[in-house]
């Protein structure tokens, strides 16, 4: 079992940058892929960024390419994700995610979810 908890969500203008950081509970974080969604009002859930076990290899969404960077520490048991160049288009409730293996876009194969951490970047 894997509890996740998200902070670092906040309000932010358009060009501004926002650190978020995903703390997981349990000895076998090290060995869960780490994916982050995002989901906007009236949307689907969406893959952001995805990184694995060790931390060596790492995902990103075509929309978030060379302005978000995620990255892992597992020794502090959590997942960050930093974004810069903020956009308005960016504004989503953000989730970590956990699941065994490989990091996948597909939400549905992610076991476990943290609750979610607003962003909201102004224009």
């Known amino acids: 079992q894997v509890q996740l908890v998200e902070s670092g969500g906040g309000l932010v203008q358009a060009g501004g940058s926002l650190r978020l950081s995903c703390a997981a509970s349990?000895?076998?974080?090290?060995?869960?892929?780490m994916g982050w969604f995002r989901q906007a009002p009236g949307k689907e859930r969406e893959f952001v960024a995805g990184v694995n076990w060790s931390g060596g290899s790492k995902y990103y969404a075509d929309s978030v390419k060379g302005r978000f960077t995620t990255s892992r520490d597992n020794a502090k048991n959590t997942v960050y994700l930093q974004m810069n160049s903020l956009k308005p288009e960016d504004t989503a409730v953000y989730y970590c995610a956990a699941r065994k293996y490989q990091v996948t876009s597909t939400r549905d194969t992610y076991d476990y979810w943290g609750q979610g951490t607003q962003v909201t970047v102004s224009s």
């Open positions: 349990g000895r076998t974080f090290s060995s869960y892929a």
